[in-house]
């Protein structure tokens, strides 16, 4: 599976929205950009996920380069509860997730 | 609704001890089954997955094992830890058809000492 590249870390005040990048330069045409977050202490959750097109649910909204070399993962209005780490991990047809490091989102008052 | 259990939730165990993690699944049939790890301040690494009884497929060759003798039953062994084996075990399910969408169990807090 392709490689991604998130900050290791961000902050973010409550109540704002935030974006958290993620490159993926060398994305094949097959591969889907998946996203979950980690809250401290617990497993994963899957958050979104998408091929070209922007994607929303009622946790974010995705949104896809027209080159897909990169994404951002939107948090509309931050909380305290979104407090947690975010992964983007790229998987195509094998039945396997490839989770990296993520990016470590702050959120304070 | 579907339910994914661990056990236990922490354990501390001799090195050279044998370990074994139980999973199970309510609520589904035929659900893909995953375990991972995660070590202090690292990623989940991709220990086992299986999409079917008796089909596992190992990621990292190491001194670990997994089993699944039921349909929704997933199971970690080993026959002697090493200290390198602490870490934070977790069990995800999900289906064969949204195999990207994992639904991760509490997770087992293990300490080799």
């Known amino acids: 599976d392709a490689k991604t590249t998130q900050p290791n870390s961000m902050e973010s005040n409550e109540e704002e929205p935030v974006h958290l990048p993620c490159n993926h330069s060398?994305?094949?045409?097959?591969?889907?950009i998946h996203w979950y977050r980690q809250l401290p202490s617990q497993g994963p959750e899957y958050v979104i996920h998408?091929?070209?097109s922007n994607v929303n649910n009622r946790m974010a909204s995705l949104a896809i380069a027209e080159d897909r070399k990169s994404s951002t993962l939107i948090l509309h209005r931050a909380t305290l509860r979104d407090a947690a780490v975010y992964y983007c991990?790229?998987?195509?047809?094998?039945?396997?997730?490839?989770f990296g490091t993520g990016t470590r989102l702050q959120v304070t008052l | 609704s579907q339910t994914i259990h661990q056990w236990p939730a922490t354990l501390v165990q001799p090195v050279g001890s044998p370990l074994s993690l139980e999973c199970t699944v309510e609520?589904?049939?035929?659900?893909?089954l995953y375990w991972y790890r995660q070590a202090a301040g690292r990623g989940l690494q991709l220990l086992f997955y299986?999409?079917?009884?008796?089909?596992i497929s190992s990621e990292v060759p190491q001194n670990l094992s997994a089993s699944r003798p039921q349909d929704r039953q997933f199971i970690l062994s080993s026959k002697k830890l090493l200290l390198s084996d602490s870490g934070f075990y977790l069990c995800?399910?999900?289906?064969?058809?949204?195999?990207?969408?994992?639904?991760f169990g509490p997770g087992t807090r293990l300490t080799v000492t």
């Open positions: 609520g589904t049939s035929n659900p893909n």
């Open positions: 998408g091929l070209t």
């Open positions: 991990i790229l998987a195509g047809t094998a039945s396997k997730l490839t």
């Open positions: 995800a399910w999900s289906t064969g058809e949204t195999w990207y969408e994992q639904y």
């Open positions: 060398t994305i094949s045409g097959t591969d889907y």
């Open positions: 299986s999409v079917g009884i008796g089909q």
